[in-house]
């Protein structure tokens, strides 16, 4: 048992270093709850990742906040965001990348695209990097 303990945690150390270094970019949301976003619209969203902290661009406004990976997991916590008056259908897409970045259990890098999944692995979010 102690074996298994040691191998499963050399996993996940050696998954989230590598996945973590890989993160740590400018990320451009390309679709949201499966609708691609149109990028006539005035910012694209994005998520910007450093070692514990994730910034951005919901389309209208910034944001900022923390956030924690353990294996395949990943959450965000403590995020906020500046509150100028967006018009729609910009404040529509800001309200859905908020509760998205809330439903985000797991993460995947494949193909050099970043998927947000939520806790049934459904894709919730499809980025490219910038």
């Given amino acids: 048992m102690k074996k298994l303990f040691v191998l499963f945690f050399l996993f996940c150390f050696s998954f989230s270093f590598s996945q973590k270094k890989a993160l740590l970019t400018t990320w451009i949301v390309m679709e949201l709850n499966e609708q691609s976003l149109d990028t006539n619209y005035l910012s694209q969203p994005y998520l910007t990742f ?19 990976i353990h294996c395949k997991r990943l959450t965000f916590d403590e995020v906020a965001s ?28 494949k193909e050099k695209k970043l998927y947000f999944l939520d806790e049934k692995s459904n894709c919730i979010m499809k980025l490219k990097e910038k």
Avoid at 57 to 65: D, E, I, M, V, Y
Avoid at 82 to 109: D, G, H
Wanted: hydrophobic content about 30%.
């Fill in 50 to 68: 450093d070692k514990h902290k994730v910034t951005g661009n919901t389309s209208c406004n910034r944001f900022f906040g923390n956030y924690k």
């Fill in 82 to 109: 500046t509150k100028m008056l967006c018009p729609e259908p910009i404040n529509a897409i800001e309200r859905n990348f908020l509760q998205a970045l809330s439903e985000v259990y797991y993460w995947k890098i």
